[in-house]
């Protein structure tokens, strides 16, 4: 079937994700009881399985940048944004405990976690619209892996949601992983053996060891074959292409839009009433703690010998910042972590949902800095 040009935009933008969450929004805030109906029934078939393949997609753009000729090959250059994480979560904690303690609501404290979050669908979403073909998305997208994985390390520790079964959880990893491994070794060159064997068993590990089974796919990826080096971002792999890696993003390129626009629409649905302290601690934490901490550990780990990846420069780094800020989704769902169904956790959600609003502050940061597609060359300059 013949695609047209709008169709081709909306996927290649992934705006069906923000369609979704506009629909969500205006819904949740008119009829709220069928909304919430909904959202409880598609919560877990879309958040817990269907954005499986969303991670993996991202997952594969950072396989093939750090395959050698990627944008982040070498250790020094993939080891940079794990350690932005770490500084893009323990900054935006910190203002966000001091802006509680100085509005002298300490039963907001429990909430410290929230800002530590990173939606990577969005803020992929955003990073894609400035930069295009750049390291700066996979960059990206390891960062806010790292941060949601650290993330989740956070909830099982500091909210408990019932018993961890961590053993079970890593004993079927394990079994996993080296599922994985053999069909490597067998040179099996499908990917539904990888998803369906591996996946599947990693899948259940997550989910029966409390922790979330949405990243399932994201240690099975760099088990599928692929290309000996990384032909370009986000260059779409040749129709004829037979490695795994490439027939994986073919299969499910599709799919995952319609994943991404439910997605929106389950999670987004947030009632506008209730702002508070909390929605400003979270907001305030978000927007600048991120770019704030993401820049200074990213220039300590310069310091200290790591690598800026190839034509990423300091300007883009602090745009990167910003694109982080955007919780969304996630701070959503630490925020449900930390404060039971009441005034409160309706203060922090609508924080989480405001920090949408760093998709404004990214693009004006990046024609600020000349960062991404607003990058003026020599000879424009001249």
């Not at 429990?110 to 669908?121: E, V, Y």
């Not at 009433?273 to 927007?287: C, D």
């Amino acid at each position: 079937m013949r695609r047209g040009p709008l169709f081709d935009f909306v996927v290649d933008h992934s705006l069906s994700l923000p369609i979704g969450a506009v629909i969500a929004l205006v819904w949740a805030n008119t009829f709220a009881v069928s909304y919430a109906q909904f959202a409880h029934a598609l919560t877990f078939p879309v958040n817990d399985i269907g954005m499986v393949f969303f991670f993996a997609l991202a997952a594969k753009e950072v396989v093939e940048a750090t395959a050698p000729g990627g944008a982040l090959h070498t250790w020094r250059r993939a080891a940079l944004p794990f350690v932005a994480a770490v500084g893009g979560m323990a900054v935006p904690a910190l203002i966000y405990v001091l802006y509680v303690r100085l509005a002298h609501q300490d039963v907001l404290l429990r909430g410290w976690a929230i800002p530590c979050a990173t939606d990577i669908a969005f803020s992929y979403l955003v990073a894609r619209a400035i930069f295009t073909r750049h390291p700066a998305i996979p960059f990206l997208l390891l960062l806010a892996i790292a941060d949601d994985a650290l993330g989740l390390v956070v909830l099982a520790v500091f909210y408990p949601v019932g018993d961890l079964h961590l053993v079970a959880a890593a004993t079927l990893m394990a079994a996993a992983l080296a599922t994985a491994f053999a069909l490597r070794r067998k040179r099996v060159r499908i990917f539904w053996p990888y998803v369906i064997a591996g996946g599947v068993l990693s899948w259940c590990g997550l989910f029966w060891g409390g922790l979330h089974p949405a990243l399932a796919l994201v240690p099975i990826m760099p088990f599928l074959p692929h290309a000996a080096r990384d032909p370009g971002l986000f260059v779409e792999a040749p129709a004829g292409a037979r490695d795994a890696l490439s027939q994986f993003e073919h299969w499910w390129k599709l799919p995952v839009q319609l994943v991404l626009f439910f997605f929106g629409l389950v999670n987004a649905g947030v009632p506008l009433k209730a702002y508070g302290t909390g929605t400003w601690a979270v907001l305030v934490a978000l927007l600048a703690g991120k770019p704030i901490g993401i820049g200074l550990a990213v220039a300590l780990a310069v310091a200290a010998g790591l690598r800026l990846p190839a034509h990423l420069r300091w300007p883009d780094v602090l745009v990167l910042g910003c694109a982080a800020g955007i919780g969304f989704t996630v701070a959503l769902f630490f925020a449900t972590a930390a404060f039971p169904p009441g005034p409160v956790l309706e203060e922090t959600k609508i924080g989480a949902l405001l920090s949408v609003g760093s998709a404004g502050v990214t693009l004006l940061a990046a024609m600020m800095l000349r960062a991404g597609r607003f990058r003026v060359s020599r000879a424009e300059r001249l």
